[in-house]
């Protein structure tokens, strides 16, 4: 990872913006027989989860 992408991804989970690898690698240890999201629908299930919905949106 790059010093850029090192900074950028400590920036986003600073102000609460979750990170789709660690999505990808949490679907892939604990869910392998699950379809993990597209990125487009992790990030509107993630800002509804935050802004909008109830419950944490939390699977485990």
């Not at 900074?7 to 027989?33: K, L, N, Q």
Request: proline content about 5%; overall charge positive.
């Amino acid at each position: 990872m790059s010093l850029f992408a090192l900074i950028a991804e400590t920036a986003r989970s600073m102000v609460g913006v979750p990170s789709y690898a660690a999505y990808r690698a949490h679907m892939a240890e604990h869910h392998p027989d699950a379809a993990p999201m597209d990125q487009v629908a992790f990030f509107r299930d993630r800002q509804q989860a935050r802004y909008g919905g109830k419950g944490g949106g939390r699977c485990c």
